[in-house]
């Protein structure tokens, strides 16, 4: 059986991470990935308001697509194909 838990930590000097866990038995084998948060990805986390979102240039970015009729119900099959997916 796997057991998998996340644990945020902060990178100590030297590039050291500690990580403790009543789950680690000794001389238990564990594989350890690091992820490493990015600057894009704290900033992809700020509250996004929608003064954020009219300015964004996302609201009617389809306006001018001739390929698509009613965007509504595209935008409403494109959310069926990506629920799907996995199944």
Known sequence: MITAFKRKVKVKNGGLVSLR???LKPGTTAEVIVRVESSEEK?????????????????????????????????????KKAESRGN
Do not use: H, P, Q, Y
């Open 21 to 23: 866990s009543s789950k």
């Open 43 to 79: 900033l992809a986390k700020k509250e996004v308001t929608a003064a954020d979102l009219l300015t964004s240039g996302l609201a009617g970015m389809w306006a001018d697509r001739n390929d698509i009729g009613d965007s509504l119900e595209f935008a409403r099959d494109l959310r």
